[in-house]
């Protein structure tokens, strides 16, 4: 298995531009999640999901979307780029069932380093 | 809703010295704590996960934790760190109820050993 994995690795946006950030996750994991991590301020939850077509609200959802059509994909749009979404982020998933092995455990992508100027 | 503090936003400590990772958490149901790390330029990693049973929990690398429910901490220690654990540390919680298995992270702890 691949695990977690994101796309692009790094990518530089001008302010007011848009992009789409992808994740995909090859465990057939229900639960997925989108994260920013800004330096010395941990990780905050964007947006998340509890199966394909199921979407919501984290703490700072503010300036993006997702959507879920598929079970292993979970992409986050950025509409309207901003200075204050120079971030890295994170996505992640989890079996969410438990009897698995992995029940509780959150697996992470490598993350996408975004720089809005 | 839950929240998570670390305690020391860094943590120089000198080659196979015994450190230890301090973390509180606040919440008004029962949760789940788990310890993550994240080495340079990389995603994070369980390090290790309390649910129930023995407060005393442990982990890969050496590591472990030990859930104090009347201080409601759950510190991480290693008797013996190496260089290779150079990286940084976050303590999540979750509540134990059903949901979104939604995590809330402290700020991290970056610990730096030193030769």
């Known amino acids: 298995n691949a695990g977690v994995t994101q796309t692009p690795k790094f990518r530089i946006l001008k302010i007011g531009q848009s992009m789409t950030l992808q994740c995909t996750q090859d465990m057939n994991h229900n639960y997925m999640y989108w994260y920013r991590q800004d330096p010395g301020m941990g990780l905050k939850l964007i947006y998340y999901?509890?199966?394909?077509?199921?979407?919501d609200k984290g703490e700072v959802p503010n300036g993006y979307n997702v959507s879920r059509s598929t079970t292993e994909d979970f992409p986050l749009r950025l509409e309207l780029a901003a200075p204050s979404q120079t971030s890295v982020y994170f996505c992640a998933s989890t079996t969410g069932t438990s009897g698995k092995r992995y029940y509780n455990e959150q697996f992470f992508g490598p993350g996408t380093r975004l720089t809005v100027l | 809703a839950q929240s998570v503090t670390q305690l020391d936003s860094q943590v120089p400590v000198f080659e196979e010295a015994p450190v230890e990772l301090r973390c509180n958490y606040s919440?008004?149901?029962?949760?789940?704590l788990f310890w993550y790390v994240q080495y340079p330029n990389q995603g994070l990693q369980l390090l290790l996960k309390y649910l129930s049973g023995s407060t005393l929990v442990k982990g890969i690398n050496g590591f472990e934790a030990e859930f104090n429910k009347s201080q409601t901490s759950f510190h991480l220690r290693k008797p013996s760190v190496h260089i290779s654990d150079t990286a940084e540390y976050f303590c999540?919680?979750?509540?134990?109820?059903?949901?979104?298995?939604?995590?809330?992270f402290g700020k991290g702890t970056k610990l730096s050993v030193i030769p």
């Open positions: 999540a919680v979750r509540t134990s109820g059903a949901g979104s298995y939604q995590l809330t």
């Open positions: 999901s509890v199966g394909a077509g199921i979407t």
């Open positions: 919440s008004s149901v029962s949760v789940y």
